[in-house]
């Protein structure tokens, strides 16, 4: 089991800064990545970004220059720096482990999610 934890988030205005970090704890080892959702009124949850063990990243497309994903503070946390923001990057952001299971790895845990709120 590996529990997540997001702390940051909060209201900004267009064309501001925002920065978002995760903590993982519990069975860490098989951590194979970590990445971002959100998740706005009426839509479904998308990835935003995503770091991998070994240093890749991914963005989606309506984030990349303008958002960063790294490693935080410590093996097991990942933040999310979110520049030149804009009102459609409203959403709840949610961090979210990737697990290793022999030569593959899926999707696992997520975290209580985190209200991003950018203003015009």
């Known amino acids: 089991q590996v529990q997540v934890v997001e702390s940051g988030g909060g209201l900004v205005q267009a064309g501001g800064s925002l920065r978002l970090s995760c903590a993982a704890s519990g069975s860490t080892a098989s951590i194979a990545a970590m990445g971002w959702y959100r998740q706005a009124p009426g839509n479904q949850r998308d990835l935003v970004a995503r770091?991998?063990?070994?240093?890749?990243?991914n963005y989606a497309d309506s984030v990349k220059g303008r958002f960063i994903v790294s490693r935080d503070n410590g093996e097991n946390t990942v933040a999310l720096q979110m520049n030149s923001l804009k009102v459609e990057d409203t959403a709840v952001y949610y961090c979210r482990v990737g697990l290793r299971m022999g030569s593959v790895w899926y999707w696992d845990s997520w975290g209580q999610g985190t209200q991003v709120t950018v203003s015009s």
């Open positions: 770091l991998m063990t070994d240093g890749r990243t």
